[in-house]
């Protein structure tokens, strides 16, 4: 079932690398969105003490008109004493909303989209794996007309590559290759997190899934919908579990069962 508002509790392009950054990417300066323009940028929130503030600052930091909603979902290392004493009610562009309990990912998307109020929509983790610079390439299509839906690849190219987990990245080409096969589309990297949509395109989507299987789920439902999709390069700092990575082959194999079942049911 989708979640509403009413679900939970509501509270309240630069070029040169941030400090600390890992990574750095080749960015062509785009023409700036139309004035009339607002990004929602939808951030699920779970055990992340350790890096949200640092990429809030990274997404507020890019020039584009947006909106922030950050959804916690039943974190217990911290994060929700961050959140309420230092960011909630603390920048007009931000909104903070709470599950109690632990959901996962899809369920915390599942919340933002139901609050965000922006023209595109862009899925943002909380970790720093993911360069918010890029924000103007992975709107480019969208902006003049030429896609729907946009998935950033971290495998056509693009900047900096932190050296990481081989069967990962075994794993992660196996999906997106029966992902291809059920859906007739040719991406290179379906389970990236950087995925972007026009408001109307995400908010037509009845999305079910709760947790990492989000990704097959929301790919199964664009490629049936028939929304023109762009896939762009992106860049990518991979951490791995000590640092805080959360998905694991159980979500592999759920991912599997996902992209059969939204073959033939909606």
Partial sequence: MTDSPSNDRARGADTAAPAGSTHATPRMRLAPPPEDFTLSVLIPVYNEVATLVKILERVRAVDIKKEVVLVDDGSKDGTRDLLANEIEGKYPDVKVYYHDVNRGKGAALRTAIGYATGDILLVQDADLEYDPREYHTLLAPILDGRADVVFGSRFIGGGAHRVHFFWHRMG???????????????????????????????????????????????????????????????????????????????????????????????
């Fill in 172 to 266: 992660n080409g196996l999906l997106t290759l029966l992902s291809n096969m059920l859906t007739n589309l040719n991406l290179t990297d379906m389970e990236v997190c950087y995925k972007v949509f026009k408001a109307e395109a995400l908010k037509s989507i009845n999305l079910k899934s709760n947790r990492f299987d989000f990704e097959p789920e929301i790919t199964a439902k664009v490629a049936r919908k028939r929304y023109r999709i762009y896939e762009v390069p992106i860049s990518y700092s991979g951490r791995d579990y000590e640092e805080g990575k959360k998905i694991g082959w159980r979500d592999g194999v759920q991912a599997i069962w996902t992209i059969i079942k939204y073959k033939f049911v909606d």
